[in-house]
């Protein structure tokens, strides 16, 4: 029995408490949960490439976990499997502030890393919202709202160590800030979500923290105006760090929620990084775009707690919307289009929620045309949860006919599993199916996920 086999090798490393149990049967998301047969704690790579020799000879599947965050049914595990917790693998072990990158251990979280950094001056950028591990970041390519001058994981994670389906160890690159040595296995394991095999080490690039931090909001009378006056900030390349929106709908939520009385009008926030004399020319630059855009009640400062009041309607957006529906949970959405087709994208869900007597207010990462429906809905009214379906449905074919994608963010996990053939193509698939069965020839690596079938 494969559990008797890691208890062998692992010892009390392997738990099969129902309660602990329970409490990787699911993540964040509306995905039904399952109960793994047993989670195994590892503490190193070793204890990785144990379980899962041990698991490839049973024929036994394993579901990297981290946090739990995920939203898209990304780690939950399927019947007979084994979890496998990264959360105790949590180590900086390097940090170069001469090379501006480190190295770290996937169970090391992404507010743990920033507080660590800060000791010399440098930073972390890429914020999904969530205390996310590194890992777990890395296994989906997570984004968030600093992509737009950072990039996203696929863009910084430099190098991996990740242990395959047979035990093996490998690689994949070195410190290098470039190179052209053979395949990219890096980013092949960057958004494969732990279907190909278990990252045990990350090296991350890293950014000095600005000299300034300067916040401002605007408002605007339609979400087309907001996203016209993006398009021209991004065209002309100032400089915005984050650049967020915030519908009506969620401002209204906000005020009832938090309190606040913010202008029931569509909402853009900005963040710019730099020194005092850029970040003053990025924040005067920027308002004069909008400005001729229609924006209107420009708000700007430098000041830290004034930053974070000016930024609380996007922070307690999530809980305002889930606050709207008794016993309500949101209903995670995530497409993402290039930005000359966001207005038209955003109007046409806008006008879909209308006519369907959905409640979704919108947020999003509009500098890189990335946006979310705040959807709600009690978990056990099935009547609603298969309206939202149906959206959902409508909202994903409405983002790939603009040429755009299923997720920008979120993965495929199992939630968007009926959505890849479509967006990328049946040989695109097969591709991805022919990587996997290459290197998990067993299909024990997180099996159902992103792609529906292997071989």
Known sequence: MVIDELRAALGEKVSVNETIREHHSKDESFHTPTMPEAVVFAACTEDVATTLRICNANLTPVVAWG??????????????????????????????????????????????????????????????????????????????????????????????????????????????????????????????????????????????????????????????????????????????????????????????????????????????????????????????????????????????????????????????????????????????VPISKLADCIEQTQQDLADSKIYGPLVGHVGDGNFHVLLTADPDDHEMIERLEEFHTRLVKRSLSFEGTCTGEHGIGVGKIQYLVEELGVSAVEAMAAIKAALDPNCIMNPGKVIARVG
């Open 67 to 336: 946090a739990g965050t995920s939203l898209e049914g990304n780690s939950t595990p399927v019947g007979g499997a084994v979890t496998l917790d990264l959360s105790q693998m949590d180590k900086i072990l390097r940090v170069s502030s001469e090379d501006l990158d480190c190295t770290i251990q996937p169970g090391v979280r992404r507010k743990q890393l920033n507080e660590y950094l800060s000791r010399y001056g440098l930073f972390f950028p890429v914020d999904p919202g969530a205390d996310a591990t590194l890992g777990g970041m890395a296994s989906t390519g997570a984004s968030g709202t600093t992509t737009v001058k950072y990039g996203a994981m696929k863009q910084l994670v430099m190098s991996l160590t990740v242990v395959t389906a047979n035990g093996e160890t490998i690689k994949t690159s070195r410190r290098a800030r470039k190179t052209s040595a053979g395949y990219d296995l890096t980013h092949l394991f960057v958004g494969s979500e732990g279907t190909l095999g278990v990252i045990t080490e990350l090296t991350l690039r890293v950014f000095g923290i600005p000299e300034v931090i300067a916040a401002a909001t605007m408002q605007f009378d339609s979400v087309r105006q907001a996203i016209d006056g993006v398009i021209e900030t991004i065209q002309l390349g100032i400089g915005v760090a984050r650049i967020e929106l915030v519908d009506r709908d969620a401002v209204v939520a906000v005020n009832r929620y938090s309190g606040t009385d913010l202008p029931r009008k569509d909402l853009l926030l900005l963040e710019f990084h730099g020194t005092k004399e850029s970040t003053a020319i990025d924040v005067a630059a920027a308002r004069e775009v909008l400005e001729r855009h229609g924006g209107g009640g420009f708000l700007q400062t430098t000041d830290e707690a004034e930053r974070r009041k000016l930024w609380q309607a996007r922070h307690d957006a999530g809980l305002a919307c889930r606050a709207h529906q008794p016993n309500g949970r949101i209903f995670a959405t995530d497409v993402c």
